[in-house]
C-alpha cells in the first residue's frame, strides 16, 4: 500500500516524494537537532533510520524509486566520525560504485543525493532538504521511473 | 605451437594426471556431435582424453565449473581445468572469494591468440573482425596462474588505451545526456526475459540461492515488467562490481542480446579509476567493494 | 491478523499545535491490523503508560507504535512499558513526530503535519509487522580487570576497582609504575609534593592482595568482547628474579656503567641495571640489555657477584603470559612533543633550553640538583629565566591545535618555585592567554603574577639564540606594542601534551578508536567520557587528550565504576541488534569476514553426523557484533541479516512509503 497523499494544500501544485535513510547517531540526531531548535523545512522528505549508513544496501535506493519516490537522500556520519569506527567508509566505497552505476543507466543524479550531516549539522541538514526538495520539485515527478511497471516488456527481437 | 600440437600435450597431459589420480576429473572443451561447435567435456576416464580439443572455438569460459553451482562435479574430486588467461583470471577471483582454494585445482593454462565471440562466426579462419574486445585488448594470452603452460609464447601486446566495439559504446553512451542513456538502456532492458542464463553461465554468480530468489522480502520484481527488467540487472552489475572480469559469457549467453558487457565494462573502468583495482590479477587483494581507504575520492558527497 | 495498537501523543501543544493528533489516530484506525488508535496529552507521563498497558492488555495487542518524540528520548520509557503489559519490548516501535514533523513545519492549519505524521506512523505500522520478538543477550563475565598504564590515572582506577573486591592486572611498560607525576616536583595549585602525595598511592597499589603489577610488560594481542577478552601481554625480561630480589641496591651500586637517564630527561646519568628513581614501585631492578656489556659481549657481571639472593639470570627472556579479563581500563598517558621540532627556540642547540619537564626535574628534592634551580650548561643558578608558553599548542602549522590546558598552570608554578627557591631571581613568561580555569586555579595564577613577581608578557617570542653565556630571548610584548629583547640565563619551553608513541598500535590491537593526534576517542564526548566504542573497553587520563591531575584521578575512579558496574552481576545483557547468518544460503565467501570492523564474524563449519565437514559457514559472535550490518549490505546471496533493523521491515517500511 502507499501512503503519502499529495501535499498540494498550501503551495499549491505538486510536491515530490524524497525518501532519506540516514545512521541513527549522527543524521538522525542532527535531524533531531533541526526540530529541538524549531527550525523549519520542507516537509517532503520521509526518513528511514538505520544503525549507520554501512547497512544501507544499493537495493534500498532501487526500492525507494519503484516505491515512487521522486528523490533519494542517503546520509550519515562525516568520514572518520563513525559509531562504527569504519561503516561510513565501507558505504562510501559502495556509493562510488553505484552511483556511477547509476549515472550509466541514466538516472538524473539531481534525484539521488548523498550528504554527511553531524549530529551538529541541523542547519546543513535543513538546508539540504530544502535544496533538494527545491531541485527535485523543478524536474517534477519521476514519471520514467514510475512509469516502468506499467510498461509491457518488448517482445524479443 | 599449432592448436593441433597443444592438443596433443593436452591429452598427454590430462592422460598423465588422471593415470596418476593426481586429479579425479579433467573439464575441458570438445565437439559437439555435428562438430561445428565446442562444448564442455568432463573427462573422468584417462583413456577418454583424446576427446580434449583447443583451437578458436573453445571461447566458453570453463571457470564456472568449479563453483558451488555444480556440486556433481566437486563430488568427482580434485579437477584439473583447461583454461584461458581470461579464464583463469575467474578463477583468481574465485580463490580470493574462497570458493575454491588455489592447491585443490590443478590449472591447464592454455597459450591463447584469441577467440572468436560467437561460434557461428566462424568460417574455418580467425580473424580480427570476428574476434571479441576482450580478445584485443588481452594481456594475459600467456596464462598468469596455472599448474602447467600449454603453447608457445605469445608475443602480443595490447594497446595501452583499450580498442574495441565496447569502448566505443561506452564513450558514446558516456557523452549522452541522461535521458538519452535512460532510454537506450530501458529498451536494452525491456527485452529481458528474467530466463537468468546471465547469471547461469557467470562462475562469479556462484551464490547458491540467488538473491532473485529471494522472497520475504522479495528484493527483485519477479514478474516481466520493465521495472523488474531493470532492478535484476541493476543489482547483478552492482554485485560484479570491482569483481567481473569482463570474459564476456553473460553476454554472449543472453538469448535477447542485451548489451551487458557494456555495464560491466564500464564499472570495470570506474574501479580501475576510483581505486585502480583490476579484478583477476592477484588472489591476494580483496575485490574493493569490500574494504576502503579512508582517502577514497568523495567529490559528489556533499 | 496482528494486532497493532497506535498511540499518538500531542505532547502538550508541542505536537498537538502542528498536527492533528486525533486525525492521525482516526486514519491509523483503517489501517489493515491495527485495532486500537488513540491520542493522549503526555504518553511519556504516568498516567499516559498506565493508559498504554491497560490497552495492551483490554485490547491484546500484539504490537505497540507510539507516535511521539524522537526514539533517542523515549524508546526505551515505551518499551519498557510494553514489556511490562506483556508484550516483547521490541514489538513496540516509536515514530518521530516531534522533532522530525511537529517542530520543523510550523503549518498552523496542521495539514502538511499531519500529512507527514500519517506517513511517517504508517511505515512504522508497516515494520513493525514485520518486528520479530528479541531476547537481550546474555554474556557471561569474567570478574577480572586488565588496567594498562601504571600512571595515576591507571592507579586509581586499579585502586577502586581492587577495593570493590575484584582482580586486578595493572600492566606498566617501565620498569615502576608512577608515570609522568612521578616525575613532577609540587603540583598546582595547592603545591604539595608529587612525589608525597603519589608514592603512598604506589606502594597501596603494589601492597593490595587484588592487585597484581606486571611492569616492564606490554600488552601484545587482544581478543575475545566484553566480558570476555584473552590478552596476551609480554613480560619483557628484567635479567632480575622479581621473586627473590630483595631491593637492596648493591648491584645498582657495583654497576660500573652508565647511561643517560630517561626518567631524569637526559639531565643525568644512571647506571646500567636501575631502578627508575629511588621510590620506585615495585623495588626491583632490572638490566638495560642493550647497554649491558655483560649481556651484549658476556663481559663484567659485577651485579650478578655482588648480589645476595643470586636473583640475577643473564639469559633471561620475554615471557608471553595470557590471561582472561572482563573488562579493560586503557591510561597509558601521554609525552611531550620532541622540542627538536621547534629550532626557533633552540632546543637541542643551546644546552639552557629545557622543557617544562626538566624544570619539573631541576625543581623536585629527589631530581639532580636535589631541588636547586641550577642550569644544565654550567650548573650556576639562572639570575633571570624565561618561560615560553605554547610551544607546539594552538599552532596547527608547526605543532597541534589544540591547547595542551595544563601549561598555563604549570608555568605559573613553576614561576613561583623559582621566586621561592631563588631569591631575587626574575622570570619572564610569554604566553598567548592565560587558562586558569578550575577550582583556585585563577587565584594561583595571580598570586605567581602579583606575589611571586613574575613578569606576564603577552606575545610569542620570534628567536633565541646564544650570547656570551647568555640564552637571548627576541620576542613582542602586544600589550605595549613593543619588541622586548630579554638576557636570560635559561629558558623553559612549555611543549605541547602529544599522544605517546605506538597509541596507535595499541589503539588497533584493542579495537578503539584514535583521533588525528592518536589520542582515543572517548564513546560519547559528553555523557559517556570514559567509555569506548568498543564495549568493556574504557579509558582514563590523557590518553584521551592533555588533562590535568584531578581529571585524570576522576578519570580513573570513573573507569574503575564502569568495570564494577559491569562487574556486579554474572551476566550481562545487551541490545540483541546483532546480525544473524543464514546457514543455508551462506557462500563462505568471507566478504562479511573481511568486511566486519569488529572482527565479529568467524568461520564456522557445518558437520556431518560422522564429524565430517560438509560446509564452511560464516558465524556472527554476538558478544562482539555492534550491530552496523555493514556485513549485511555486503552479502550478495543476502545470507546476513541484522536483528532489529532487517531487510524485511525496512522492505516494509519502504513499501509503504
Known amino acids: 500500500m502507499s501512503g503519502h497523499e499529495e501535499q498540494s494544500g498550501t503551495t499549491g501544485g505538486y510536491e515530490p516524494k524524497i525518501m532519506a535513510f540516514v545512521c541513527n547517531w549522527c543524521t538522525y540526531a542532527g535531524a533531531d537537532l533541526a526540530g529541538t531548535s524549531r527550525m523549519e523545512y520542507r516537509p517532503n522528505v520521509r526518513i528511514i533510520k538505520l544503525p549507520c549508513t554501512g547497512r544501507i544496501d544499493p537495493l534500498f535506493i532501487i526500492k525507494a524509486f519503484e516505491n515512487g519516490a521522486d528523490g533519494v537522500l542517503v546520509s550519515g556520519c562525516h568520514p572518520g566520525d563513525c559509531h562504527y569506527t569504519t561503516g561510513n567508509y565501507h558505504a562510501r566505497r559502495r556509493w562510488i560504485g553505484f552511483k556511477h552505476l547509476m549515472e550509466f543507466t541514466g538516472i538524473d543524479m539531481r534525484r539521488l543525493h548523498f550528504s554527511w550531516v553531524s549530529a551538529s549539522e541541523a542547519i546543513k541538514w535543513v538546508d539540504l532538504i530544502n535544496n533538494v526538495t527545491d531541485e527535485i520539485k523543478k524536474l517534477g515527478p519521476f514519471m520514467e521511473y514510475r512509469g516502468l511497471k506499467d510498461a509491457p516488456p518488448q517482445a524479443a527481437e | 605451437m599449432t592448436d593441433k600440437d597443444m ?82 583470471k575467474n578463477i583468481v577471483v574465485l580463490i580470493t572469494e574462497a570458493q575454491v582454494k588455489r592447491q585443490d585445482v590443478f590449472i591447464i593454462g592454455m597459450v591463447c591468440e584469441g577467440m572468436v565471440y560467437r561460434q557461428e562466426l566462424w568460417k574455418g579462419e580467425l580473424t580480427p573482425e570476428i574476434m571479441p574486445t576482450k580478445c584485443h585488448n588481452c594481456d594475459v594470452r600467456n596464462p598468469h596462474v596455472a599448474d602447467f603452460v600449454i603453447g608457445g609464447r605469445s608475443a602480443f601486446t595490447p594497446p595501452e588505451a583499450p580498442v574495441g566495439m565496447v569502448f566505443e559504446k561506452i564513450k558514446a553512451l558516456d557523452g549522452q545526456a541522461p535521458s538519452e542513456r535512460w532510454n537506450f538502456w530501458i529498451n536494452e532492458f525491456s527485452r529481458c526475459i528474467k530466463c537468468y542464463a546471465c547469471r547461469q553461465v557467470c562462475s562469479l554468480c556462484f551464490c547458491e540461492r540467488c538473491i532473485t530468489e529471494k522472497n520475504m522480502p522479495q528484493w527483485i520484481e ?38 551487458l558487457n557494456l555495464l560491466n565494462q564500464k564499472m570495470i573502468g570506474v574501479v580501475k579509476d576510483a581505486f585502480d583495482f583490476r579484478s583477476g590479477y592477484d588472489e591476494k587483494t580483496h575485490p574493493p567493494m569490500i574494504v576502503f581507504s579512508p582517502d577514497d575520492k568523495e567529490n559528489f558527497i556533499k | 491478523m496482528p494486532r497493532i495498537g497506535v498511540f499518538v501523543c500531542q505532547c502538550g501543544n508541542n505536537i498537538a499545535a502542528t498536527v492533528d493528533t486525533k486525525k492521525v489516530a482516526e486514519d491509523m484506525a483503517k489501517v489493515p491490523g491495527v485495532v486500537y488508535t488513540c491520542d ?107 588496567v594498562i598504564g601504571g600512571g595515576i590515572a591507571g592507579i586509581q582506577a586499579a585502586l577502586d576497582i581492587a577495593e570493590g573486591g ?39 597499589a603494589e601492597l593490595h592482595e587484588n592487585i597484581k603489577l606486571y611492569t616492564y610488560s606490554e600488552v601484545e594481542k587482544v581478543d575475545g568482547y566484553i566480558g570476555n577478552f584473552t590478552v596476551q601481554i609480554r613480560r619483557k625480561s628484567k635479567y632480575v628474579d622479581e621473586d627473590r630480589c630483595t631491593g637492596c641496591g648493591e648491584c645498582i651500586e657495583k654497576c660500573p656503567f652508565k647511561t643517560d637517564s630517561q626518567f631524569e630527561l637526559g639531565l643525568t646519568k644512571r647506571k646500567v641495571i636501575y631502578t627508575p628513581f629511588p621510590q620506585s614501585v615495585p623495588n626491583v631492578p632490572v638490566i638495560d640489555a642493550p647497554n649491558c656489556p655483560k649481556i651484549q659481549k658476556d663481559k663484567c657481571g659485577a651485579c650478578a657477584i655482588v648480589c645476595g639472593p643470586k636473583c640475577i639470570d643473564f639469559k633471561m627472556e620475554d615471557k608471553i603470559v595470557t590471561e582472561e579479563f572482563g573488562a579493560i581500563v586503557v591510561a597509558t598517558g601521554y609525552q611531550l612533543m620532541p622540542n627538536e621540532r621547534f629550532d626557533e627556540y633552540g632546543y637541542g642547540r643551546i644546552k639552557d633550553v629545557i ?129 622586548v629583547e630579554i638576557e636570560a640565563d635559561m629558558v623553559v619551553l612549555a611543549t605541547a601534551i602529544v599522544s605517546r608513541d605506538g597509541a596507535d598500535t595499541l589503539a588497533q590491537r584493542l579495537g578503539i578508536g584514535y583521533d588525528k593526534y ?52 554474572d551476566e550481562m545483557a545487551r541490545e540483541p541488534i546483532t546480525s544473524v547468518v543464514n546457514k543455508v544460503t551462506c557462500n563462505a565467501c568471507w566478504d562479511c569476514v573481511t568486511a566486519c570492523p569488529y572482527s565479529a564474524i568467524e568461520r564456522d563449519t557445518i558437520k556431518n553426523r560422522q564429524g565430517e565437514v560438509v560446509r564452511w559457514v560464516a558465524k556472527v559472535n554476538d558478544g562482539v557484533c555492534q550491530g552496523c550490518g555493514v556485513c549485511v549490505a555486503a552479502c550478495r546471496s543476502k545470507s546476513i541479516d541484522l536483528k532489529g533493523y532487517t531487510d524485511e521491515q525496512v522492505f516494509a517500511a519502504i513499501n509503504a512509503f
Open chain 3, 518 to 569: 592518536k589520542f582515543y576517542n572517548e564513546y560519547h564526548p559528553k555523557l559517556k567520557p570514559v567509555e569506548t566504542v568498543t564495549a568493556g573497553i574504557y579509558l582514563a587520563g590523557t590518553c584521551m587528550g592533555p588533562m590535568d591531575i584531578p581529571e585524570s584521578v576522576a578519570q580513573g575512579s570513573a573507569a574503575a565504576s564502569k568495570v564494577l558496574a559491569l562487574f556486579s552481576s
Open chain 3, 355 to 483: 622543557n617544562g619537564m626538566q624544570f619539573e626535574r631541576l625543581a623536585s628534592s629527589s631530581g639532580p640538583t636535589g631541588g636547586e634551580i641550577r642550569r644544565p650548561s654550567d650548573g650556576k643558578v639562572p639570575k633571570s629565566i624565561v618561560f615560553i608558553q605554547c610551544v607546539g599548542s594552538r599552532d596547527e602549522k608547526k605543532g597541534v591545535s589544540y591547547c595542551s590546558k595544563v601549561c598555563c598552570m604549570y608555568t605559573a608554578k613553576h614561576t613561583m618555585l623559582y621566586s621561592h627557591k631563588v631569591h631575587g631571581g626574575q622570570s619572564y613568561v610569554f604566553y598567548m592567554d592565560i587558562r586558569s580555569g578550575g577550582k583556585r586555579y585563577e587565584e594561583f595564577t595571580r598570586k605567581a603574577i602579583e606575589k611571586d613577581n613574575a613578569m606576564y608578557l603577552r606575545g610569542r617570542v620570534s628567536r633565541v639564540y646564544e650570547k656570551d653565556g647568555k640564552v637571548m630571548v627576541q620576542g613582542a610584548d602586544t600589550l605595549s606594542g613593543t619588541q
Open chain 3, 166 to 204: 575484584r582482580e586486578v592486572i595493572l600492566v606498566e611498560k617501565e620498569p615502576s609504575i608512577g608515570g609522568n607525576m612521578a616525575r613532577l616536583s609540587e603540583t598546582f595549585p595547592t603545591m604539595d609534593c608529587s612525589q608525597c602525595i603519589l608514592t603512598p598511592k604506589m606502594v597501596e
Open chain 3, 40 to 146: 493522549y496529552k503526555f504518553m511519556c507521563s504516568s498516567p499516559g503508560q498506565e493508559m498504554l498497558k491497560q490497552a495492551i492488555k483490554e485490547q491484546r495487542l500484539d504490537g505497540i507504535i507510539v507516535s511521539a518524540c524522537s526514539p533517542h528520548m523515549h524508546e526505551k520509557t515505551f518499551r519498557k512499558a510494553s514489556e511490562a503489559a506483556g508484550i516483547n519490548p521490541y514489538r513496540c516501535e516509536v515514530t518521530n513526530i516531534r522533532e522530525q514533523c511537529s517542530w520543523v513545519h510550523h503549518d498552523q492549519t496542521k495539514r502538511v503535519g499531519t500529512i507527514k505524521s500519517n506517513d511517517l506512523t504508517r511505515m512504522t505500522i508497516e515494520r513493525l509487522k514485520k518486528n520479530s520478538p528479541l531476547t537481550r543477550i546474555k554474556i557471561p563475565v569474567k570478574k577480572k580487570a586488565l
Open chain 2, 7 to 88: 592438443e596433443k600435450t593436452l591429452r598427454e597431459k590430462a592422460r598423465e594426471l588422471l593415470t596418476s589420480g593426481e586429479v579425479k576429473v579433467v573439464i575441458g572443451w570438445g565437439w559437439n556431435r555435428a562438430r561445428t561447435k565446442t562444448t564442455p567435456i568432463f573427462i573422468t576416464n584417462p583413456d577418454e582424453t583424446d576427446r580434449l580439443i583447443f583451437n578458436p572455438l573453445c571461447v566458453n569460459n570453463l571457470s564456472v565449473y568449479l563453483t558451488r553451482k555444480f556440486k556433481d562435479i566437486q563430488a568427482l574430486g580434485r579437477p584439473a581445468i583447461v583454461a584461458k588467461g581470461c579464464d583463469i
Open chain 2, 222 to 259: 519477479t514478474s516481466a515488467h520493465q521495472r523488474g527488467n531493470l532492478s535484476w540487472n541493476l543489482t547483478r552489475a552492482m554485485h560484479l562490481v570491482g569483481r567481473c572480469t569482463f570474459c564476456g559469457e553473460c553476454e554472449r549467453a543472453c538469448p535477447v542480446n542485451i548489451p
